[in-house]
Each structure stands twice: as structure tokens, then as C-alpha cells.
């Protein structure tokens, strides 16, 4: 059989990237225990009901996060799956997950690597009782050297700084979805064999699209260059942008970035009133940030609105951030509209204290 003709699992892409430079040992170990850890996450996942571990954490008393959220038991599972799965492999400094307050040290009985991990152990967990797709989403930093004690604050590098990132989504089917700098891949699993396989090799977003995914309930709250660009994209073809729009959203990332990575389209959670005070809804550190990486990967674009996703600095590890992605085009159109009102802004404010002065 010709070497091209098999198929291409995780493992071998992962030698292959690491015969060719791209890799090290410790990068490509610390993937593999990741995808391992999503595929015990799948197989929970996918019991449901008949596994016991659907609705709300925390027997009779509400468990929240440090997000301020209901945790599901399968968040919970989930997290203890990813926390167990990498502390002794020798690969990870320390560990970072949007259900845990701070960082946590890898154990002192065990080595201790040149990388830490942040994740969102499942995604989207508000939809798993009513068995729509949800997904783990992570990204791989470097540990700065010569640290003693590791803390929050050695994860706040900027998305450039990203060595990997990549989100596992459980749909229909389970899919593995990787960068680790050169090109988004898609690897499905295949359960006979317990292995993930390559099913697309370098995933490329298209510039244009026709299809927006937000959340419209929260349309009165967003601010106006949002209320300007959604309201032009639902005039249509007889209005500015000259073409009819689709609108989907599914409220689990995951699934949402999954469709755009595969057909195109926007993904937007803009600023609104009611979280503005935040920041946003999505967390910079182990949802927007990942996901812009495996985005631009794909030829796509990641935005606050404002800034280039991958160039904010961060200044907590569960900060939050307004997120614009998807088709070039499209990303460069809505963070027009914001472009144009700061502009009109800042101009009638200067006109202001000049008339004030
Ligand atoms: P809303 C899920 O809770 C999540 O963090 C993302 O996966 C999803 O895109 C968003 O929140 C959905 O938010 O306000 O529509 O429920």
C-alpha cells in the first residue's frame, strides 16, 4: 500500500510534525494525553441518562464555578478527567481551567515539563441535557524558564504565544480539531479502533459568507456599530450589503466554531449591556484565544471589535472578551462598523471640549 494511501492517524501527524521540526517529544506526548483524556470525555458524554452524570453538580446544593455558573456533574467529570490525564506525564508546568479558580502546580511526585495547559472542560455544558453538541477546548502556552513557583500570572501571554491549540467536539460524531501552527486539521474518531484519523488535512475558512451566528435575544443590549451591522445584515439584499443572510446559533462554541471552520460564516458574542461590565461573555484564556488560533490557522479572522484577537494582552486568567470570527471578509466588515462609530466618537468628543474649552 502506497504510504499516501493509509490513513493518517493522530499519532502519526503528530511524528511527522515532530521528524520534521515542528514539534518536540514533550508537545507532541502532552497532544496525545489530551486527545486520550477527550476520547474518556466522549464515551461519558455519550451514555447521557444511562450514564448517571447528566444535570446539575453538587447533590441537592447548587455547585457554582468561579464563572458564577451552575456547574453540570459532567463539567466536574470532565475537569478531574483532563487534571488526572496530564499530571504525571512529565510534559505540563501547571494546569488552567475555566471551572477552577487559579492555576493548578503539577504534584511534586511527578516531573515537571516546559508547557501549561488551560482549558474549558466542556463547553456548552448548559446543552447537554438536552443532547445538543457540546465540546473541551484548549490551548498550550510555554512556561516562562526559571520559574520557582508557578502561578496565574505565568499563563498571561498574549494568543500569539500559543505553541497549540485545538477543541474536541461531541456531536454525531467525535472530532478532534488541532493547530499547532501550521494549519487546522481534523482528525474523527473512530471507535472500532479507538483512534483519531485525519479526515481533513488543513481546514480553510471561506473570505465571504452568508451565514451569522449570534444570539439575538440580547439584540437591545448591544452596543451600536452591533446593532448597526446585525440590522444591515438582516435588511438583506435591498439593503447595504446587497445579499440575504442565514442566521444559526447553537449556544455551545464548540459546535458553532465547528460549522464556520467547515462552511464559513461569523461567530459573534459582542459586548452587551448586561455583561459589558465584564468584559464580555467568552473567556480570552481557553475559549476565544484557542479558537482565534485555529481560526487564522484556516485562513480566517479572530476580533474583539476592536483588536486582533491573538494581540490582547491579558490580565486575569478568566477575563473576559468580546469575540468576532470566522470568514476574513465578514470579521473585517463587523469590526468596520465598530471602526467607524469609535471614529464619529472620538471626533464629536474632540469637537465637544473644544466647544467646552
Ligand atoms: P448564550 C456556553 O455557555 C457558552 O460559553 C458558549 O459555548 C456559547 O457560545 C455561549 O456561552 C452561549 O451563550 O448567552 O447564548 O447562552
Known amino acids: 500500500m502506497s504510504p499516501n494511501a493509509s490513513p493518517v492517524s493522530l499519532t502519526r501527524y503528530l511524528i511527522e510534525d515532530q521528524r520534521e521540526g515542528r514539534i518536540g517529544p514533550d508537545l507532541r506526548l502532552l497532544i496525545e494525553v489530551v486527545a486520550r483524556a477527550c476520547k474518556s470525555i466522549s464515551i461519558a458524554v455519550g451514555k447521557g441518562a444511562l450514564g448517571g452524570v447528566l444535570g446539575d453538580a453538587g447533590e441537592g446544593t447548587a455547585s457554582i464555578n468561579v464563572q458564577g455558573e451552575a456547574q453540570k456533574k459532567l463539567d466536574v467529570l470532565s475537569n478531574e478527567i483532563l487534571l488526572e490525564a496530564n499530571a504525571w506525564g512529565g510534559h505540563l508546568a501547571a494546569l488552567a481551567s475555566e471551572e477552577m479558580d487559579h492555576c493548578v502546580v503539577v504534584p511534586d511526585e511527578y516531573p515537571r515539563g516546559k508547557y501549561l495547559l488551560l482549558f474549558d472542560p466542556l463547553d456548552g455544558s448548559s446543552n447537554i441535557d438536552v443532547n445538543i453538541s457540546v465540546g473541551t477546548i484548549f490551548s498550550v502556552l510555554r512556561c516562562p524558564d526559571d520559574v520557582a513557583q508557578v502561578g496565574d500570572e505565568h499563563f498571561l501571554q498574549p494568543g500569539t504565544a500559543q505553541v497549540a491549540a485545538g477543541y474536541c467536539t461531541y456531536g454525531p460524531s467525535t472530532m478532534l480539531v488541532l493547530t499547532i501552527g501550521n494549519g487546522t486539521h481534523a482528525f474523527t474518531l473512530d471507535r472500532e479502533i479507538g483512534s483519531f484519523v485525519m479526515t481533513t488535512r488543513g481546514m480553510t475558512i471561506p473570505e ?10 440580547n439584540q437591545r443590549f448591544w452596543e451600536p456599530p452591533m446593532q448597526q451591522y446585525v440590522g444591515d445584515l438582516l435588511a438583506g439584499k435591498e439593503g447595504p450589503r446587497g445579499k440575504d443572510f442565514n442566521m444559526r446559533w447553537v ?31 467568552l473567556r480570552l484564556m481557553y475559549e476565544a484565544n484557542p479558537m482565534a488560533f485555529l481560526v487564522e490557522q484556516a485562513g480566517g479572522a479572530a476580533s474583539t471589535g476592536r483588536q486582533r484577537m491573538l494581540d490582547v494582552t491579558p490580565t486575569g486568567l478568566h477575563q473576559r472578551v468580546p469575540v468576532f470570527l470566522g470568514s476574513r471578509r465578514e470579521v473585517e466588515a463587523a469590526v ?14 474632540n469637537v465637544k471640549a473644544v466647544t467646552e474649552a
Do not use: W
Open 208 to 217: 465571504e459568507t452568508k451565514e451569522f451566528a449570534v444570539n439575538m435575544s
Open 251 to 281: 449556544a455551545s462554541m464548540v459546535a458553532d466554531v465547528h460549522r464556520i471552520l467547515t462552511r464559513g460564516g461569523i461567530f459573534s458574542y459582542p459586548l452587551d449591556a448586561k455583561c459589558a461590565g465584564k468584559g464580555g461573555k
Open 336 to 349: 468596520g462598523y465598530h471602526q467607524a462609530h469609535d471614529a464619529v466618537r472620538a471626533t464629536s468628543g
